[in-house]
């Protein structure tokens, strides 16, 4: 019958304090390491959310490329459209922001996107993109012709819808409503006042179909209007201060 010796015994427990040393020193050294692992995991996302929300100086792809083709489009930027995000991109947004009332801090955040018309993947979805042009649309119609009968601000509305369908403007509701010298509201600020009910509904009701600017691209304050041109444009109606025209 097998017996243990003493020395085997001795040999025994001491290769199992060994053993059991070596785990108490490893069990720090893993969790130091997971949770390295972690952090590492929490920066890459923290990296990849930033990618995905905003562009900025240095910044390259599709985002900048629609950037780029907006701001040249309106006036803003007069650069290659190379997708790079340059020291030229970065003056253009900050023109931009600054003639639009938002923070000037040449990114193209969250915000600055909206403005421009480009949504992000989390703001992307039709039914956001919809609730997005109707607020902007009010916006306008609020700074433009909050006083003005209820039809006039709907046609002011149309105007708007009228250009993003013409070749001769920009093709989205912001594109049309930043596109530079546009709108005097843009250029005062009041563009970022919040809209009232009446405004909202009168963006919805032009969205919906109404146009009773007849197909107007243009309109003006005749009392207020100094401009040549502007006056030689063929009327379609006068609606309270304002008088539509082609």
Known sequence: MYKTTRFGENNSKRGGFMKLKIKRKLKPIIIVGVLFAIFLGYNVFLRNEEVLALSKYGSRGAEVTQIQTKLKRWGYYSGNVDGIYGSQTLAAVKYFQRKNGLTVDGIAGTNTLRAMGIYTSSTSSSSS??????????????????????????????????????????????????????????????????????????????????????????????????????????????????????
């Open 129 to 246: 993109s919809n609730s997005n042009n109707v607020n902007l649309l009010a916006r306008l119609v609020y700074g433009e012709a909050r006083g003005e009968p209820y039809t006039g601000q709907v046609a002011v509305a149309a105007v708007v819808l009228n250009r993003v369908k013409s070749s001769s403007f920009p093709n989205t509701i912001a594109g049309v409503i930043y596109q530079n010298g546009a709108f005097d509201v843009v250029k005062d600020g009041q563009i970022n006042l919040t809209p009232n009910s009446t405004a909202l509904k009168a963006a919805q009701d032009a969205l919906n179909g109404w146009d009773p600017s007849y197909g107007a691209i243009y309109y003006f304050n005749p009392n207020t209007a100094t401009n040549k041109w502007i006056w030689s444009r063929p009327m379609t109606v006068t609606i309270g201060n304002h008088r539509f025209c082609k």
